[in-house]
């Protein structure tokens, strides 16, 4: 017999100062080590019940339950598969961004390697429009995905008068753990495709907002008259969309990010 399956039949134990040996063979103790191993097994099945979370598919983050939140899309996205979204023209419009981000108010490359810039191919179009800054200030390497993501789109309403749109982009594998937001600049306005498409490619968890308005509108004018629409532009959009893009990311990797930027 090897020692091992000695050790389970047979054991020596100090019980008041004596130094006994019991021969777990026996009916009376083979119940009670039955018992205990059984109650073990649960235990330790309990334990990884608590610390194993089930995933959400992509298509079923539309179920999700979120306070003031609709999501309108979840879907995978293949490589090259992303296109950015059409633009909304508006002539009369400065982009919502300063001078040279690719808006009317003056000339200038609106972003790294002209990006932005009135009529640049890679902005989807010519001057003005709600899309202006969807890759100033970021540089992605190209305009498309090459990492295979869901994506989902949602429509956040903290207030009555509110109308965030935001987009979480979750690499489907190689995900680093972590969350990368993409911040807007000056008037804010649009989705930051640049700046999810540059998280993506570096295995980041993204999330872009709007802030509530369309930049196509002359600067500021979304917040007249509505002065909720200026406390999202101002922090409320930009918390919000940490608080639900952690939602979604523990719901489909079954873990929060270990950290966030």
């Not at 753990?177 to 980041?204: C, P, Q, V």
Request: hydrophobic share 35%.
């Amino acid at each position: 017999m090897r020692g091992s399956e000695f050790l389970l039949v047979r054991g020596c134990v100090t019980v008041m100062k004596e130094f006994r040996c019991v021969d777990w063979t026996h009916p009376v103790y083979r119940r009670f080590v039955s018992a205990t191993a059984l109650g073990g097994v649960l235990l330790g099945a309990g334990s990884l019940k608590g610390h194993a979370q089930a995933r959400t598919s992509c298509a079923d983050l539309t179920k999700l339950d979120i306070p003031e939140a609709t999501v309108t899309m979840a879907e995978v996205v293949q490589p090259l598969e992303f296109k950015l979204p059409a633009r909304t023209d508006n002539p009369r419009a400065p982009g919502g961004g300063p001078p040279g981000a690719g808006n009317s108010n003056g000339p200038g490359p609106g972003g790294p390697n002209g990006q932005g810039a009135p009529g640049d191919p890679r902005n989807n179009g010519s001057g003005g429009g709600g899309m202006n800054m969807a890759l100033a200030p970021f540089d992605p390497k190209d305009t498309t995905n090459h990492v295979s993501f869901c994506r989902v789109a949602a429509t956040l309403k903290p207030s009555g008068d509110s109308d965030i749109k935001i987009e979480v982009w979750l690499p489907l594998s190689g995900w680093n753990g972590k969350l990368m937001g993409a911040g807007n600049f000056g008037w804010a306005g649009s989705i930051m495709y640049g700046g999810l498409l540059l998280g993506l490619e570096h295995r980041y968890a993204t999330v872009s907002t709007d802030t509530g308005h369309d930049n196509s509108l002359v600067q500021g004018a979304f917040a007249l008259g509505h002065p909720d629409n200026m406390i999202d532009y101002g922090y409320r959009a930009a918390h919000s969309i940490t608080v639900d893009a952690k939602v979604f990311i523990k719901a489909f990797y079954g873990e929060s990010p270990k950290h966030a930027y």
